[in-house]
């Protein structure tokens, strides 16, 4: 039996990203979750596998839109009729799949929970409990249903594994327990980065995010194929996102002009550029002449000729200082100048000001706590910027 | 760090070019003027001096076009502080670059600490200054707008931009965001997000718009149904009033019908197709009278052909006589046939035997044998070949012996004579191999000269007690290496601690000073005193209004004076009590670094006593003087160790040597004995060469010993042979013998029996042909004996004369078979008739039957009818009419009850009560159109309602939308981002500055005044500093005392005020740091003689506390420099 796995859709979930300020790829990653769905569904179909296996967050709480329901029983269905059973359970951000709320889903689509808690597919007997609410601190595990014996029994679970019992509020469950509680196949959702875990012949698969939403996710983008045969399962990942993220990281203190920084900046991301999909390139640098502004411009005119990298954010940091180099005067006095109260009490009300003028979505961006943190920057971006005005 | 010498080896145009810039004694001041036409290489120079300093960067080389990147090579030769005149090279690698004189890679830390951790940039930028930078320097600083701060900093930094600098970031930041701002990007994204969030709030389904719209639905859905059953009443009464019209129509009809059917017979009604099935009747009864009287005339011409074939009473016996000879069968073939024959065949027959015995006869004769022996020499086929195959191993045998033999004899020719048995030389092979791993001596020899050798080297500087040194024992190496090394940094850390407390203490002193002058200012006032002088002049105005006197009036207006005095200068004085309350600060610093710093010291001190006593140690250990350096620890001990290894080397030599040569001894003894054993002769002088000579020739006497011993076993086994073939030979002619002992031959022999044997296969198959022939005639004779019997017996069934059966035996039975065949033929005939017979009365009464049958069927079809005298087919036609009547009304009566059952009871009866009711159709037809109009409406309400139900499902999702909100969001946290950093740098930036002005201005400004008064003197008379609310400014004094902004000073004076504030910072950074060379290029070419003499002078200050480098390509600046500055070096660019 062959199982197409994944989790964590999040279906009208956007892309975070300033990538997308590209009219082009703006216009193109605009329904990028329900694309990556659309894509998943139709590889499910094309590899005639045994069933589709979704592990919870299939729709995301700040998106609630019953058109998704509508999309999801629409794809699910095209499966269903292309012979494509599936599975699922729901996750922390599911209310929409509430069977009681909103009705059943379809034939041959198969939603979990206390109620109706195994499946049986091609002799393979699924089992899987939902979450009920957007919070649950204890482990699933004790009420999932005893393997059925003579036959391979595969389990779907929403948990943040290994998290604090009584604490994590996603049904924290010890993967040493998971592994041994009987299971061929273990199908997890809930974690945006994929891993598989082994023990004996006992498979875990986390598939991870099929569509990375933010540079944080870049891991994910993938979607994972297991085989049950006689042995111990085996797996496959698959590309699957329509967009990746990726780190370029640079050192630009050899550099002395415009010239020698483009040809840097042009063979790195040329070098984050993957074939068939889409790349939100972060870029680091390590400069103390090339401020941030004059980065972000130069790479923003590089990547109008190199298809499918886009520009997500750029951060310059300085190059660790010398030992026992004479430090610049304004930056020595500058960092002098952080330790005064007087000082620091008018950079928390110039901040304050800045962060009450922010929607209250990015308003974390000048938290109180990143002070610091600004302030090191702010050093830096004076000292780039005064050498890069000497150097012109 | 001084420049002595730049050598460009291969760089640029150069190749082993040099600039030499000298030194200069007795004070004078370090200043090198380096002339050269244009394009002569004063920037490739200048470029090879950085290169040195800081490596090569990457990519191509802007002077690698005469030598390859990788062949550039630059050089200097750099006085570097603690190290004095090092020389370096740099080439172009991109690692371990940096090398000595003799191309030895170099750590970079020997010039980074020299540079004080500056790299190229920062070097360029602080220790570089030419005609344009000095021009464009400024320039700038007008954008400071005389501020302190700034105008210090780009005199210490090199760098003018700062005031730029924070604009850009101001303005930055304002981009972003600024109060009541109507165009940032942050009220323009928000403005966005507002608009797009209304847009996904209206276009979301969520749970609550989905209930909404179901109820929608349910509610038109409600109201469809409803006028659906209003429809559907309306086609009911408009049923029930078609209904009652059909039963008023159809009652009148059934009256009508009532009246025809009373002239009509009487009688049930006709089962269905009674018509048809009586003229069906009418011509089945014709039909059968015709069949029987066909069958009458076939029973008469049967009987007939019955009579005229009677049965044969001979028929049976005859059947059984023929079918018993039939079965009869001599030698397994049926008798009849072999009989047919046998008379023909048995003459030829006897003819045959005949041959058979005539070829008998003539092998008997070519055999020699007489008729009698026949029966002996008839052998079986199996004695035959017993025979053969005797006689030929005879034959085979004889010749194997043979051959046997010949093999024998020719071996025992060959074998010859035996030679005399080797002896066992392996006791002497041993003694002597043995004897060969110890013969050679002179690699020991070799090994202890060399070893004597290196122990008079190692000992060669040591004192005659190195031996007894050695034996007490040597210090551990890492335990001096360690002690060394402590000593070294302790030494090296002993002077930076003494250094150290000496900066602090002049630091102190400073700082003490300076709180001092702070405190004696006026403006320095604190609160305290402010409050005080109001507490006084309240005090003085309450005795002024009691006393009302000149004394207290002259109080109270003294008292009135110092507290608006200490008013004022506490208004004023925010700066000064900053920089009191700095002043202090900074003093309270300095007093706990020096403190620290003599704690350092001290503790060092005691460390580097302790430790001067364990070297004292050490140094008695390895036979050094107490009072020997640290440094000499090392490499006396590593002496020492080296000569107790050598010892220890000759010793072990020397024993190794004396072993050797009694294992020689020894080894020589045991082969003289193990020759004795073999019977070599021992006495001979060269022993061991007989010995080997015996042990070379031991081979070939034990090879020919070995081969005549083969040939020897070669023998035995082929005489063995011999006897084998000679035995198997004798018992093949016994055998032969034994086989051919009763055989009445002539000749027995082999070959005799060889030419035998084809006769005797040839008589023993005459034989077996002549026994079958005899068996075939006995056969034959029997066959025709057995049928003349059968002929008789035929006979006597017949009646006729068994003679006939005696001569023509066949002829009886032939005719006896053709009466056989007559009697079965007329037995087929007669059988035939009977059954057809048979058939035809059975036919004919089938016949009868059926006529009666349909006969009574007939009268069956009219049975309680009436009109029986008509004729069946009339009588019928009668009876169908009345039928088809009564279906008529039974139709109508139907259809009423029909068109009643089908409606509503009450509904049909209403509308029956109607009737007669002409416009009551057309009342109801309206109501009914009305109805359906209703219906429709509410119809399409209903799928409107559905429709958008279901349109809120399919509608077009709106992630554009959201992705642009997260795109704007995204964009805005990193603009949000920027725009923090940028305010909080120019926050940030703008304290420092004043810090810089504060911190700066005590040692830089008499510098920078007396530079630039020196260069734009008489124009200028000095320098002063404004105090003002945005800070301190900078400001000219002209003569007279007028001061002038630096913003408003023409570009010239900008220009020079921006020099001298680099000179100040040159100055600054040469007394702390340290100095490094200052590159000038051309920076006078546009100063007139006077400005640029005092330039020049001031590059004279550069040198008296650095090193000054002055390009240039004017010959009259050359010659104005050798004028200003005494001592001045001036060198030519290399060709």
């Given at each position: 039996?062959?199982?197409?796995?994944?989790?964590?859709?999040h279906l009208?979930?956007?892309?975070r990203?300033?990538?997308?300020?590209?009219?082009?790829?703006?216009?193109?990653?605009?329904?990028?979750?329900?694309?990556?769905?659309?894509?998943?569904?139709?590889?499910?179909?094309?590899?005639?596998?045994?069933?589709?296996?979704?592990?919870?967050?299939?729709?995301?709480?700040?998106h609630?839109?019953?058109?998704?329901?509508?999309?999801?029983?629409?794809?699910?269905?095209?499966?269903?009729?292309?012979?494509?059973?599936?599975?699922?359970?729901?996750?922390?951000?599911?209310a929409?799949?509430?069977?009681?709320?909103?009705?059943?889903?379809?034939?041959?689509?198969?939603?979990?929970?206390k109620?109706?808690?195994?499946?049986?597919i091609?002799?393979?007997?699924f089992?899987?409990l939902?979450?009920?609410?957007?919070?649950e601190?204890?482990?699933?595990?004790?009420?999932?249903?005893?393997?059925?014996?003579?036959?391979?029994?595969?389990?779907?679970?929403h948990?943040?594994?290994?998290?604090?019992?009584?604490?994590?509020?996603?049904?924290?469950c010890?993967?040493?327990d998971?592994?041994?509680?009987?299971?061929?196949?273990?199908?997890l959702?809930?974690?945006?980065a994929?891993?598989?875990k082994?023990?004996?012949?006992?498979?875990?698969?986390?598939?991870?995010?099929?569509?990375?939403?933010?540079?944080?996710?870049?891991?994910g983008?993938?979607?994972?194929?297991?085989?049950?045969?006689?042995?111990?399962?085996?797996?496959?990942?698959?590309?699957?996102?329509r967009?990746?993220?990726?780190?370029?990281?640079?050192?630009l203190?050899?550099c002395?002009?415009?010239?020698?920084?483009?040809?840097?900046?042009?063979?790195?991301?040329?070098?984050a550029?993957?074939?068939?999909r889409d790349?939100?390139?972060?870029?680091?640098?390590?400069s103390?002449r090339?401020?941030?502004?004059?980065?972000s411009?130069?790479?923003?005119?590089?990547?109008e000729n190199?298809d499918?990298?886009?520009?997500?954010?750029?951060?310059?940091v300085?190059?660790?200082?010398?030992?026992?180099?004479?430090?610049?005067?304004?930056?020595?006095?500058?960092q002098e100048?952080?330790?005064?109260?007087?000082?620091?009490?008018?950079?928390?009300e110039?901040?304050?000001?800045?962060?009450?003028?922010?929607?209250?979505?990015?308003?974390?961006?000048?938290?109180?706590?990143?002070?610091?943190?600004?302030?090191?920057?702010?050093?830096?971006?004076?000292?780039k910027?005064?050498?890069?005005?000497?150097?012109? | 760090?001084?420049?002595?010498?730049?050598?460009l080896i291969?760089?640029?145009?150069?190749?082993?070019?040099?600039?030499?810039?000298?030194?200069?004694?007795?004070?004078?001041?370090?200043?090198t003027?380096?002339?050269?036409?244009?394009?002569?290489?004063k920037?490739?120079a200048f470029?090879?001096?950085?290169d040195l300093?800081?490596g090569?960067?990457?990519?191509?080389?802007?002077?690698?076009?005469?030598?390859?990147?990788?062949?550039?090579?630059v050089?200097?030769?750099?006085?570097?502080?603690?190290?004095?005149?090092?020389?370096?090279?740099?080439?172009?690698?991109?690692?371990?670059?940096?090398?000595?004189?003799?191309?030895?890679?170099?750590?970079?830390?020997?010039?980074?600490?020299?540079?004080?951790?500056l790299?190229?940039?920062?070097?360029?930028?602080?220790?570089?200054?030419?005609d344009?930078s000095?021009?464009?320097?400024?320039?700038?600083?007008?954008?400071a707008?005389?501020?302190?701060?700034?105008?210090?900093?780009?005199?210490?930094?090199g760098?003018?931009?700062i005031?730029?600098t924070?604009?850009e970031?101001?303005?930055?930041a304002d981009?972003?965001h600024?109060?009541?701002?109507?165009?940032?990007?942050?009220?323009?994204?928000?403005?966005?997000?507002?608009?797009?969030g209304?847009?996904?709030?209206?276009?979301?389904?969520?749970?609550?718009?989905?209930?909404s719209?179901?109820r929608?639905r349910?509610r038109?859905?409600?109201?469809?149904?409803?006028a659906?059953?209003?429809?559907?009443?309306a086609?009911?009464r408009q049923?029930?009033?078609?209904?009652?019209?059909?039963?008023?129509?159809?009652?009148?009809?059934?009256?009508r019908?009532?009246?025809?059917?009373?002239?009509?017979?009487?009688?049930?009604?006709?089962?269905?197709?009674?018509?048809?099935?009586?003229?069906?009747?009418v011509e089945?009864?014709?039909n059968?009278?015709a069949?029987?009287?066909?069958?009458?005339?076939d029973?008469?011409?049967l009987?007939?052909?019955?009579?005229e074939?009677?049965?044969?009473?001979?028929?049976?016996?005859?059947?059984a006589?023929?079918?018993?000879l039939?079965?009869l069968?001599?030698?397994?073939a049926?008798?009849?046939?072999?009989?047919t024959t046998?008379?023909?065949?048995?003459?030829?027959?006897?003819?045959?035997?005949?041959?058979?015995?005539?070829?008998?006869?003539?092998?008997?004769?070519?055999?020699?044998?007489?008729?009698e022996?026949?029966?002996?020499?008839v052998?079986?086929?199996?004695?035959?070949?017993?025979?053969?195959?005797?006689?030929?191993?005879?034959?085979?045998?004889?010749?194997?012996?043979?051959?046997?033999?010949?093999?024998?004899?020719?071996?025992?020719k060959?074998?010859g004579?035996?030679?005399?048995?080797?002896?066992?030389?392996?006791?002497?092979?041993?003694?002597?191999?043995?004897?060969?791993?110890?013969a050679?001596?002179?690699?020991h020899?070799?090994?202890t000269?060399?070893?004597?050798?290196?122990?008079?080297?190692?000992?060669?500087?040591l004192?005659?007690?190195?031996?007894?040194l050695i034996?007490?024992g040597?210090?551990?190496?890492?335990?001096?290496?360690?002690v060394?090394?402590?000593?070294?940094?302790l030494?090296?850390?002993?002077?930076?601690?003494?250094?150290?407390?000496?900066?602090?203490?002049?630091?102190?002193?400073?700082?003490r000073?300076?709180?001092?002058?702070?405190e004696?200012a006026?403006?320095?006032v604190?609160?305290?005193?402010?409050?005080?002088?109001?507490?006084?002049?309240?005090?003085?105005?309450?005795?002024?209004?009691?006393?009302?006197?000149?004394r207290?009036?002259?109080?109270f207006?003294?008292?009135?004076?110092?507290?608006?005095?200490?008013?004022?200068?506490?208004?004023?004085?925010?700066?000064?009590?900053?920089r009191?309350?700095?002043?202090?600060?900074?003093?309270?610093t300095?007093?706990?670094?020096?403190?620290t710093?003599?704690?350092?010291?001290?503790?060092?001190?005691?460390?580097?006593?302790?430790?001067?006593?364990?070297?004292?140690s050490?140094?008695?250990?390895?036979?050094?003087?107490?009072?020997s350096?640290?440094?000499?620890?090392?490499?006396?001990?590593?002496?020492l160790?080296?000569?107790?290894?050598?010892a220890?080397d000759?010793?072990?030599?020397?024993?190794?040597?004396?072993?050797?040569?009694?294992?020689?001894?020894?080894?020589?003894?045991?082969?003289?004995e193990?020759a004795?054993?073999?019977?070599?002769?021992?006495?001979?002088?060269?022993?061991?060469?007989?010995?080997?000579?015996?042990?070379?020739?031991?081979?070939?006497?034990?090879?020919?010993?070995?081969k005549?011993?083969?040939?020897q076993?070669?023998?035995?086994?082929?005489?063995?042979e011999?006897?084998q073939?000679?035995?198997?030979?004798?018992e093949?002619?016994r055998?032969?013998?034994?086989?051919?002992?009763?055989?009445?031959?002539?000749?027995?022999?082999?070959a005799?029996l060889?030419?035998?044997?084809?006769?005797?296969?040839?008589?023993?198959?005459?034989?077996?042909?002549?026994?079958?022939?005899?068996?075939r005639?006995?056969?034959l004779?029997?066959a025709?004996?057995?049928?003349?019997?059968?002929a008789?017996?035929l006979?006597?069934?017949?009646?006729?004369?068994?003679?006939?059966?005696l001569t023509?035996?066949?002829?009886?039975?032939d005719?006896?078979?053709?009466?056989?065949?007559?009697?079965?033929?007329a037995?087929?005939?007669?059988?035939?008739?009977?059954?057809r017979?048979e058939?035809a009365?059975?036919?004919?009464?089938?016949?009868?039957?059926?006529?009666?049958?349909?006969?009574?069927?007939?009268?069956d079809?009219?049975?309680g009818?009436?009109?029986?005298d008509?004729a069946?087919?009339?009588?019928?036609?009668?009876?169908?009419?009345?039928?088809?009547?009564r279906a008529?009304?039974?139709?109508?009566d139907?259809e009423?009850k029909?068109?009643?059952?089908?409606v509503?009871?009450?509904?049909?009866i209403?509308?029956l009560?109607?009737?007669?009711?002409?416009?009551?159709?057309?009342?109801?037809?309206?109501?009914?159109?009305?109805a359906?109009?209703?219906r429709d409406a509410?119809?399409?309400?209903q799928?409107?309602?559905?429709r958008?139900?279901?349109?809120?499902f399919?509608?077009?999702?709106?992630?554009?939308?959201?992705?642009?909100?997260?795109?704007i969001?995204?964009?805005?946290?990193?603009?949000?981002?920027?725009?923090?950093?940028?305010?909080?740098?120019?926050?940030a930036?703008?304290?420092?500055?004043?810090?810089?002005?504060?911190?700066?201005?005590?040692s830089m400004?008499?510098?920078?005044?007396?530079?630039?008064?020196?260069?734009?003197?008489?124009?200028?008379?000095?320098?002063?500093?404004?105090?003002q609310?945005?800070g301190?400014k900078l400001?000219?004094?002209?003569?007279?005392?007028?001061s002038v902004?630096?913003?408003?000073?023409?570009?010239?004076?900008m220009?020079?005020?921006?020099?001298?504030?680099?000179?100040?910072?040159?100055?600054?950074?040469?007394?702390?740091?340290?100095p490094?060379?200052m590159v000038?290029?051309?920076?006078?070419?546009?100063?007139d003689?006077?400005?640029?003499?005092?330039a020049?002078?001031?590059?004279?200050?550069?040198?008296?506390?650095g090193?000054?480098?002055l390009?240039?390509?004017?010959?009259?600046l050359?010659?104005?420099?050798r004028?200003t500055i005494?001592g001045?070096?001036?060198v030519?660019?290399?060709a």
């Amino acid at each position: 039996m062959r199982l197409l796995i994944s989790a964590d859709i999040h279906l009208g979930s956007p892309i975070r990203s300033a990538a997308l300020r590209n009219p082009e790829l703006g216009e193109r990653l605009k329904q990028a979750s329900r694309d990556t769905f659309t894509g998943l569904v139709d590889l499910a179909i094309v590899e005639q596998v045994d069933a589709l296996v979704l592990a919870g967050d299939i729709f995301d709480n700040d998106h609630p839109d019953l058109k998704s329901r509508a999309f999801l029983i629409a794809q699910l269905s095209r499966a269903a009729e292309a012979g494509v059973p599936t599975v699922l359970i729901r996750g922390n951000h599911d209310a929409l799949l509430d069977h009681r709320a909103h009705g059943e889903l379809g034939p041959n689509i198969h939603l979990l929970h206390k109620g109706t808690p195994t499946v049986e597919i091609a002799g393979v007997a699924f089992h899987g409990l939902s979450f009920d609410a957007a919070h649950e601190t204890k482990s699933f595990l004790p009420d999932y249903p005893v393997p059925v014996p003579g036959k391979r029994n595969v389990g779907l679970m929403h948990t943040s594994l290994d998290g604090a019992a009584g604490h994590d509020p996603y049904a924290p469950c010890s993967s040493k327990d998971l592994m041994a509680n009987g299971y061929d196949l273990w199908c997890l959702g809930h974690i945006h980065a994929p891993f598989e875990k082994v023990s004996g012949p006992v498979l875990a698969v986390m598939p991870g995010i099929p569509q990375p939403r933010h540079f944080g996710e870049r891991s994910g983008g993938t979607v994972t194929m297991v085989t049950l045969a006689d042995g111990p399962p085996e797996f496959q990942r698959h590309d699957i996102g329509r967009m990746g993220f990726a780190e370029c990281a640079l050192d630009l203190t050899e550099c002395t002009n415009q010239q020698e920084v483009l040809r840097s900046l042009l063979d790195g991301l040329r070098a984050a550029r993957v074939d068939g999909r889409d790349t939100a390139v972060r870029l680091q640098v390590i400069s103390d002449r090339f401020a941030t502004e004059m980065i972000s411009e130069l790479a923003g005119e590089l990547l109008e000729n190199i298809d499918g990298v886009y520009l997500d954010k750029v951060k310059v940091v300085a190059p660790p200082a010398k030992p026992g180099a004479v430090p610049d005067d304004l930056v020595r006095l500058m960092q002098e100048e952080l330790d005064e109260s007087g000082f620091r009490l008018a950079a928390s009300e110039m901040l304050e000001d800045l962060r009450l003028a922010l929607p209250a979505e990015i308003a974390d961006e000048l938290d109180e706590d990143h002070l610091d943190s600004l302030l090191a920057e702010a050093i830096a971006e004076v000292s780039k910027t005064l050498h890069a005005r000497g150097a012109e | 760090m001084r420049l002595n010498r730049l050598d460009l080896i291969r760089y640029g145009r150069f190749k082993d070019a040099e600039i030499v810039l000298p030194k200069h004694g007795n004070g004078a001041a370090d200043v090198t003027v380096i002339f050269g036409p244009n394009e002569a290489g004063k920037s490739t120079a200048f470029h090879g001096f950085m290169d040195l300093l800081f490596g090569f960067k990457g990519g191509a080389h802007p002077y690698a076009f005469k030598f390859e990147r990788s062949d550039l090579l630059v050089g200097a030769e750099l006085d570097l502080p603690g190290r004095g005149a090092v020389i370096l090279r740099r080439n172009g690698k991109r690692s371990r670059s940096l090398l000595d004189a003799q191309d030895r890679p170099l750590e970079e830390a020997i010039l980074g600490g020299a540079l004080h951790g500056l790299d190229r940039d920062a070097y360029t930028e602080r220790f570089s200054l030419n005609d344009e930078s000095l021009r464009r320097g400024g320039e700038r600083i007008a954008g400071a707008q005389g501020d302190l701060g700034q105008l210090l900093h780009a005199g210490v930094s090199g760098l003018t931009g700062i005031a730029a600098t924070l604009d850009e970031l101001s303005a930055r930041a304002d981009g972003f965001h600024k109060k009541h701002g109507r165009a940032t990007w942050l009220k323009t994204g928000k403005d966005r997000l507002t608009e797009i969030g209304r847009e996904l709030r209206a276009d979301r389904l969520t749970i609550e718009r989905e209930r909404s719209l179901r109820r929608d639905r349910d509610r038109a859905t409600a109201a469809f149904e409803e006028a659906a059953a209003a429809l559907r009443q309306a086609h009911q009464r408009q049923a029930a009033a078609k209904a009652a019209q059909v039963w008023y129509g159809r009652s009148d009809e059934l009256t009508r019908i009532d009246e025809a059917l009373t002239a009509f017979p009487s009688g049930p009604d006709l089962p269905l197709n009674t018509s048809e099935r009586v003229a069906g009747l009418v011509e089945k009864i014709a039909n059968l009278e015709a069949r029987l009287a066909e069958a009458a005339e076939d029973i008469l011409r049967l009987d007939t052909a019955i009579s005229e074939n009677a049965a044969d009473p001979l028929a049976e016996p005859l059947a059984a006589e023929l079918a018993r000879l039939e079965q009869l069968t001599i030698d397994g073939a049926p008798l009849m046939g072999r009989a047919t024959t046998a008379q023909a065949d048995l003459a030829r027959r006897f003819d045959e035997i005949r041959e058979q015995d005539r070829l008998i006869r003539d092998v008997l004769t070519k055999l020699s044998v007489s008729e009698e022996a026949l029966s002996v020499l008839v052998l079986t086929p199996d004695a035959l070949e017993d025979l053969n195959r005797a006689t030929q191993d005879v034959l085979t045998a004889r010749a194997a012996a043979k051959a046997a033999q010949d093999r024998l004899d020719t071996a025992r020719k060959q074998m010859g004579e035996a030679p005399q048995e080797p002896q066992d030389l392996s006791a002497l092979r041993a003694a002597h191999d043995a004897w060969q791993t110890v013969a050679d001596l002179t690699s020991h020899e070799t090994a202890t000269d060399q070893a004597a050798a290196r122990l008079t080297d190692a000992v060669a500087g040591l004192p005659a007690t190195w031996k007894g040194l050695i034996e007490a024992g040597l210090p551990a190496r890492e335990t001096v290496d360690d002690v060394a090394r402590e000593y070294l940094t302790l030494t090296a850390q002993l002077t930076s601690a003494e250094n150290e407390r000496e900066s602090h203490a002049a630091e102190l002193a400073e700082a003490r000073a300076e709180r001092e002058a702070q405190e004696a200012a006026p403006d320095t006032v604190d609160i305290a005193s402010t409050q005080q002088a109001r507490r006084t002049r309240d005090l003085t105005w309450k005795g002024h209004r009691a006393e009302m006197t000149d004394r207290s009036a002259d109080a109270f207006e003294e008292a009135m004076y110092a507290d608006d005095s200490a008013r004022a200068h506490y208004q004023t004085g925010t700066e000064a009590r900053q920089r009191l309350q700095a002043a202090r600060s900074r003093e309270r610093t300095a007093q706990a670094r020096l403190d620290t710093a003599k704690a350092r010291l001290d503790d060092i001190a005691d460390r580097h006593g302790s430790l001067s006593e364990r070297i004292a140690s050490i140094s008695r250990a390895i036979g050094l003087p107490e009072d020997s350096a640290a440094s000499a620890l090392a490499a006396r001990h590593q002496t020492l160790t080296t000569a107790a290894a050598a010892a220890a080397d000759l010793a072990n030599a020397q024993a190794a040597l004396k072993s050797r040569q009694a294992r020689k001894a020894a080894a020589l003894t045991a082969l003289s004995e193990a020759a004795q054993q073999v019977g070599l002769d021992t006495d001979i002088a060269n022993l061991p060469s007989h010995a080997l000579k015996s042990l070379t020739l031991e081979d070939s006497h034990r090879q020919a010993w070995t081969k005549w011993q083969k040939a020897q076993e070669t023998v035995a086994e082929l005489d063995t042979e011999a006897r084998q073939a000679g035995s198997e030979r004798d018992e093949a002619e016994r055998s032969l013998d034994s086989l051919t002992a009763t055989l009445p031959l002539t000749d027995r022999s082999p070959a005799g029996l060889r030419s035998a044997l084809p006769h005797l296969r040839a008589l023993q198959q005459l034989h077996a042909d002549r026994q079958k022939l005899s068996t075939r005639i006995e056969a034959l004779e029997r066959a025709i004996s057995a049928m003349k019997d059968g002929a008789k017996r035929l006979c006597r069934i017949l009646g006729t004369s068994e003679d006939e059966a005696l001569t023509d035996p066949l002829r009886v039975i032939d005719d006896a078979r053709a009466r056989a065949t007559a009697a079965r033929r007329a037995d087929e005939k007669r059988i035939e008739a009977t059954e057809r017979r048979e058939a035809a009365i059975s036919a004919r009464d089938r016949a009868e039957a059926n006529r009666n049958e349909a006969q009574s069927e007939l009268n069956d079809c009219f049975s309680g009818q009436g009109a029986s005298d008509l004729a069946p087919s009339d009588r019928v036609a009668q009876l169908v009419e009345r039928d088809r009547q009564r279906a008529a009304r039974a139709t109508a009566d139907k259809e009423r009850k029909s068109a009643r059952d089908s409606v509503d009871p009450e509904l049909f009866i209403d509308e029956l009560a109607r009737l007669p009711d002409a416009v009551r159709a057309t009342e109801l037809e309206i109501e009914q159109k009305d109805a359906q109009d209703n219906r429709d409406a509410a119809r399409d309400a209903q799928r409107e309602a559905e429709r958008i139900y279901k349109e809120a499902f399919d509608a077009a999702d709106r992630s554009d939308l959201a992705t642009e909100q997260a795109t704007i969001l995204e964009e805005l946290r990193d603009g949000a981002h920027r725009a923090a950093v940028a305010r909080l740098g120019v926050l940030a930036a703008r304290g420092a500055l004043r810090r810089l002005a504060a911190e700066r201005r005590s040692s830089m400004l008499q510098d920078v005044e007396e530079a630039f008064v020196s260069m734009t003197a008489p124009a200028w008379t000095g320098v002063d500093v404004w105090s003002q609310d945005e800070g301190e400014k900078l400001v000219g004094i002209q003569p007279g005392g007028g001061s002038v902004p630096v913003e408003q000073m023409s570009t010239g004076t900008m220009g020079q005020l921006y020099f001298a504030l680099r000179l100040a910072g040159y100055r600054a950074f040469a007394r702390d740091p340290g100095p490094l060379p200052m590159v000038l290029d051309d920076i006078m070419e546009t100063f007139d003689d006077t400005r640029a003499r005092a330039a020049l002078q001031l590059c004279a200050e550069i040198g008296k506390g650095g090193q000054a480098i002055l390009f240039t390509h004017h010959a009259h600046l050359v010659e104005l420099a050798r004028d200003t500055i005494p001592g001045v070096g001036v060198v030519d660019m290399p060709a």
